[in-house]
DNA sequence: CAGGAAATAGTGATCGTTCACTATTTGCGG
DNA sequence: CCGCAAATAGTGAACGATCACTATTTCCTG
């Protein structure tokens, strides 16, 4: 379906001003508030809109007012679906009056930086969230004009929103599996550019310090199933950790397959969890242990930050807690040895 | 982190003039082309931008030029990943000198068709690229002032640019299990509103029609784990079929659950297929059959009818084919009776 | 009904860029 | 070194809205 409508100009404000025997101003008057106007010259104003089936041209209103209403939300590219969070974050947006362009940039760090300053600096946006990883002190870089960049991911210093690289649920799930016996873990990371990843793999870590644990290890990976896969299949027999603890469920379902195919149960022999509480996890067998997101409410409130720098306004955050353990048939009682 | 550049006003085109000693007009015309300029003008310029910092407004440019080189794409949310398509949509945008912004709408159809209406309305964008299913005849009611829209899902006449709907992969799955000696078959769809949905549909009464195959029935669903699931329970055993093509991976993991929790082995007992190779069934035992999409081939694709459209711009499309099953452990001979 | 404040409406400048012209400089043949 | 075309640069209007004022009308009070 392809439609071109009608190839005359826009109606503008003094055309609808003209039709309704008024002048522009009080035109614009009416476009903005439609207090402060007779009845009579509201009615003849709402006529001429209608008949003329005028829009304001907002351009040209950001020209004059220098005000866009406009933010922009970096993505990161396929490595999860990011929209559950734009739609946070865009419904945040529009609750304070702003509308939200989604960008996404392939590349690594330094890409998606340079498209960033490049969108910050053109007056196109009054701020940006990135929720793809982004390079520190990128503020100062920017062009004058009062752009605002709030990052919702840590930065190269670990600084940092927090909520998105919220790592507790991990903390939990390692408890109750020592509960359940187990003695012995593993971890495979995600890609580390990700705060989200750098805080599960230091929850891990900091776990098995803690409780003085055994640990087969942590594999630096991905987020990709083969990462699991292939990390599993990197442990010798004496290594193999009663407990698998993946960095997302792609990659726990890597690791389950993996184990399957060196002839171990799950959860008989070794129990695994993942993170994200994807669909297809929770009901292929095992049922995958999980981490379920309120990824809308994680949008919402990195949105929140960038939105109060900008306007001032706070808005209501998304009601806690963001992320708790869905407890499902891939963990189990550690097996007697 | 949160930043805020300083709150001077950036520099406009006439202070980088005055700073280089030429007319505002020559500074425009550095900006476009740089070409007819004296070389010493030119670096007298290049000198000015680079100390005062200066981007162009690109608002102030747009009321100018009535041109924004801005396209918008409209996605569904949450039912599945667009993040891929998006970004073989925008990459196609770019190459055309046109940037991209993604709206995503929740409610239904007319609620879509609605925003769209406004973001088409107020000259911000040059064309919008629906992904998500929109009214038909929506062309008519846009305002006057040439905003396009082209629609890649089917509009409710059935019409549609089809790629998006191309559902010959079920057909070459169906014809397969047929060779492995299936002959009752079950499809479970996905929500009709989606043409993907609807054309799967088709295909497979089509197909079941032509080779003279029984069927179990089709269920309609809404790509979700659970319609799978419990179109599965809604058999009866007399019913059940040997083969249940699913309407995407997530529909199979469902099916594939509950034919396990029915006694029943996949593909011992009933072999199961989705559609989009979600990575998490490639792992899972058993590996899930399933059609693998080129999805920034089809967001390339779709985008290229609106940069035409708009531009009369052609560009490269997508090499084909765009789809093609990837065979897997969940499907196999058919059981002997 | 005069007078003044409040409510309502109008006028012209302005935002930062490009467009359509006009003006100036440069280069070159004779 | 004149004259003229080509190359280069400058001037002012325009895009469509809002802002900061000023002007007019309405309403109320005494």
Known sequence: MTERSTESRRPTIKEVARLAGVSHQTVSRYLRSRNGLKPDTLSRIDAAVNELNYRPNLVARSMRTRRTGRLAVLLPTMLYNPARMLHGATEAAHEAGFSVEAVSVIGDTEARTER????????????????????????????????????????????????????????????????????????????????????????????VERLGLESAGVVDGDWSGKSGYDAVHSLSDEQMPTAVVAANDIVASGAIRALIERGLDVPGDVSVTGWDNNEACQYLPPGLTSVELNLEGLGRNAMLSLVKAISGRELEPAPRPLQHVVWRESTGPAPRR
Do not use: C, W
């Open 116 to 207: 960033m300053l490049e969108i910050a600096g053109t007056g196109q946006v009054e701020g940006v969230l990135a929720l793809a990883p982004i390079s520190p002190g990128v503020g100062d870089q920017l062009p004058q004009g009062g752009t605002i960049v709030v990052a919702a991911d840590f930065d190269d210093q670990m600084r940092g929103i927090g909520e998105l690289a919220d790592a507790s649920p991990l903390v939990a799930v390692m408890e109750r599996l020592v509960e359940y016996g187990h003695r012995r873990f593993f971890h495979v990371a995600g890609n580390l550019q990700f705060a989200s990843a750098r805080a599960r793999k230091a929850a891990y870590l900091e776990t």
